[in-house]
């Protein structure tokens, strides 16, 4: 199946600084989305690419989906406390149908004061 | 909109026993995806269905594991017998589209001893 590979696995950062992270996969994809998870909850979207070259900002967040179609980018900047939690990549190829986001393993944000 | 609805949150059971999982979806969501998070295997794809018809089942593990649609606003998995290799964060999640973001609910964390 498909393989994401995102790193870094996790980071420890200060305060105000800003973050990078990144996704490569083996094969394609037509859709990229970056999502945030909190302690004992689901993953919440933040933000979806849907074309190769795309830059999409939401706030302090900043995310592009790679020429190659096969990478992806999720910078944050000036971090804050609530900027703590998973950050997953995760992405789609669907081929006239939906076959399921494949994600990847996450990033650890740590932050600290 | 109240979100993807899962129950129960929590769930301990006994080896052996049958375990009931349930998923209510975002109204007029075409699209029902059952995930499987763990430490070490991260966000699996189980099975998925649209418009209530189960299009690829083949994430699920085992013959043990079982998922229905019986209607557009509800949807089970079923374990049985459970195993405590089957201990592990369960989300239901829904789409309106093929390649849009999905919507995760809270999961229901299976605990089996």
């Known amino acids: 199946g498909q393989q994401l590979n995102q790193s870094p696995q996790s980071m420890f950062i200060q305060e105000g600084e800003d973050v990078s992270m990144n996704c490569t996969s083996s094969s394609i994809f037509n859709t990229w989305l970056w999502y945030k998870q909190d302690p004992g909850e689901g993953p919440v979207l933040l933000i979806a690419l849907y074309k190769a070259g795309e830059l999409t900002s939401n706030g302090r967040l900043t995310a592009q989906f790679g020429i190659t179609r096969k990478d992806s980018f999720l910078n944050i900047s000036a971090s804050i406390p609530s900027d703590v939690g998973i950050y997953f990549c995760?992405?789609?190829?669907?081929?006239?149908?939906?076959?399921?986001?494949?994600f990847g393993k996450g990033t650890h944000l740590i932050i600290q004061p | 909109d109240a979100g993807v609805i899962q129950s129960p949150r929590h769930e301990v059971t006994e080896m052996g026993q049958e375990v009931t999982l349930r998923c209510k979806p975002i109204?007029?969501?075409?699209?029902l995806f059952w995930y499987r998070q763990t430490m070490m295997r991260g966000l699996e794809l189980l099975i998925y269905?649209?418009?209530?018809?189960?299009?690829?089942d083949s994430g699920m593990p085992e013959d043990r594991f079982s998922a229905k649609m019986p209607n557009a606003s509800f949807s089970t998995l079923k374990i049985q017998p459970s195993e405590p290799r089957d201990s592990a964060v369960y989300f239901c999640?829904?789409?309106?589209?093929?390649?849009?973001?999905?919507?995760f609910g809270s999961g229901t964390r299976l605990t089996v001893v």
């Open positions: 269905f649209n418009n209530n018809v189960p299009i690829d």
């Open positions: 999640a829904s789409s309106l589209r093929s390649n849009y973001g999905y919507t």
């Open positions: 109204s007029g969501h075409d699209y």
């Open positions: 995760a992405g789609l190829y669907s081929g006239g149908g939906a076959d399921g986001l494949t």
